[in-house]
T-cell receptor, first 113, second 110 residues
Framework: EAQVTQNPRYLITVTGKKLTVTCSQNMNHEYMSWYRQDPGLGLRQIYYSMNVEVTDKGDVPEGYKVSRKEKRNFPLILESPSPNQTSLYFC????????????FGSGTRLTVV | DQQVKQNSPSLSVQEGRISILNCDYTNSMFDYFLWYKKYPAEGPTFLISISSIKDKNEDGRFTVFLNKSAKHLSLHIVPSQPGDSAVYFCAASDDNDMRFGAGTRLTVKP
């Protein structure tokens, strides 16, 4: 089954403790992206990647890092999480970047206390 | 600066009636527009799209209309069904980027 898999689904952590949210897709998509969803703000792009070793900032990249060492994986790293990073995070992939319909993961609900 | 706006946070319609969800965008470089549907505890799923060279695209009960001069698009659902109750996100894209609106929560009452 074609899918985007995120882990974990839920995470509660403390301020400053480094964490990684993993994202993997099995569709051989070149384009991958991370979004956060906040009430009233919709989905805001954090980082995206057009291909292996090619990443770029989205609208809200501060406090986040990403890497794209292989095509299928695109982890989101929070080096020093803060409470304002409490949010619902979605990973997405697409065959054609902005032109294609995205396939989204099921989301990761992160709470930073 | 939100480049894609959905000004109605919520919409309630009766089963069988038409649902109309609206979306406005500001960036004239956007040339591809999409609607996504999201149920609780799931990721958004692609619903329907339209290229800027068209003004209408239809898929079953779902039709998307694009008015480029007004930078406005809308999603029509006819007839609406209770299973359509979800949050609908409008999105606009160019070559590299896709921007989303804040979403509209649609409730279809039996």
């Amino acid at each position: 089954e074609a899918q985007v898999t995120q882990n974990p689904r839920y995470l509660i952590t403390v301020t400053g403790k480094k964490l990684t949210v993993t994202c993997s897709q099995n569709m051989n998509h070149e384009y991958m992206s991370w979004y956060r969803q906040d009430p009233g703000l919709g989905l805001r792009q954090i980082y995206y990647s057009m291909n292996v070793e090619v990443t770029d900032k989205g609208d809200v990249p501060e406090g986040y890092k990403v890497s794209r060492k292989e095509k299928r994986n695109f982890p989101l790293i929070l080096e020093s999480p803060s409470p304002n990073q409490t949010s619902l995070y979605f990973c997405a992939s697409s065959l054609w970047g902005g032109r294609g319909g995205y396939t989204f993961g099921s989301g990761t609900r992160l709470t930073v206390v | 600066d939100q480049q894609v706006k959905q000004n109605s946070p919520s919409l309630s319609v009766q089963e069988g009636r038409i649902s109309i969800l609206n979306c406005d965008y500001t960036n004239s470089m956007f040339d591809y527009f999409l609607w996504y549907k999201k149920y609780p505890a799931e990721g958004p799923t692609f619903l329907i799209s339209i290229s800027s060279i068209k003004d209408k695209n239809e898929d079953g009960r779902f039709t998307v209309f694009l008015n480029k001069s007004a930078k406005h698009l809308s999603l029509h659902i006819v007839p609406s069904q209770p299973g359509d109750s979800a949050v609908y996100f409008c999105a606009a894209s160019d070559d590299n980027d896709m921007r989303f609106g804040a979403g509209t929560r649609l409730t279809v009452k039996p």
